[in-house]
């Protein structure tokens, strides 16, 4: 009886083990991805509050005053529940620092 027990862990042992591995490899997958994703949609974040300043540049001739003008007058959209922007102006002729992070 001991070794139909046995004989059952040996035989299901390397197909359990396979299980496991396969079970790890797809979680840490969309942990990676989730991860990308994340970075993605910062990324996205930041490139669409630069547009619209280049964009305030190309029509007006000077950057805008502030991220809440970006807002108003841009339609520059972005999840502020879930980022924080840093907009910082030098001057109206010259690029703003623009830092987008996730809260």
Do not use: H, W
């Not at 396979?18 to 989730?34: D, P, Q, R, S």
């Not at 305030?56 to 520059?76: Q, T, W």
């Amino acid at each position: 009886m001991v070794k139909k027990g046995c004989n059952l862990i040996k035989e299901y042992g390397l197909a359990l083990c396979l299980f496991f591995a396969v079970g790890a490899f797809v979680i840490f997958g969309l942990n990676e991805a989730k991860t990308a994703q994340g970075e993605e949609a910062l990324r996205v974040a930041r490139e669409s509050i630069l547009r619209g300043a280049i964009r305030c540049y190309a029509l007006e001739g000077v950057y805008p005053p502030s991220y809440e003008y970006l807002k108003e007058n841009y339609g520059v959209q972005i999840n502020e529940d879930k980022y924080t922007v840093f907009y910082d102006i030098f001057a109206s002729n010259m690029m703003p620092d623009i830092t987008v992070i996730e809260k």
